[in-house]
């Protein structure tokens, strides 16, 4: 499987962005995927996943609850990142990952595939 990961930018505070992520190789459907992201310094870090089980849906934490919202399209095979009220704090280069197992997870090792990752920058 391969990622396309794109839609990064350099957006004021308040801004959104729309992150894409496209898959070839192999169809999404059977695949969990997930969104991370590495800030400057810091470790890379789960923000969002959706199980191909029902869709469900699970992100981090209340930092990005109501302002991130990830979807899927089987058709296109492509997974996004809608992003919403962007904060300084959001900046980062946000990665897409798929899993070969219906269970979301936080953890970087248990996904299988990795995109190539988009800047997003948010100013202040």
């Known amino acids: 499987v391969q990622l396309q990961a794109s839609g990064g930018g350099l957006v004021q505070a308040g801004g959104s962005l729309r992150l894409s992520c496209a898959a070839s190789?192999?169809?999404?459907?059977?695949?969990?995927m997930g969104w991370f992201r590495q800030a400057p310094g810091k470790e890379r870090v789960f923000v969002a996943g959706?199980?191909?089980?029902?869709?469900?849906?699970?992100y981090v934490d209340d930092s990005v609850k109501g302002r991130f919202t990830i979807s899927r399209d089987n058709a296109k095979n492509t997974v996004y990142l809608q992003m919403n009220n962007l904060k300084p704090e959001d900046t980062a280069v946000y990665y897409c990952?798929?899993?070969?197992?219906?269970?979301?997870?936080?953890?970087?090792?248990?996904?299988?595939?990795w995109g190539q990752g988009t800047q997003v920058t948010v100013s202040s």
């Open positions: 190789g192999r169809s999404l459907s059977r695949l969990t």
């Open positions: 990952a798929a899993r070969s197992h219906w269970m979301i997870t936080t953890t970087n090792h248990d996904y299988d595939y």
């Open positions: 959706i199980s191909w089980e029902a869709g469900t849906t699970y």
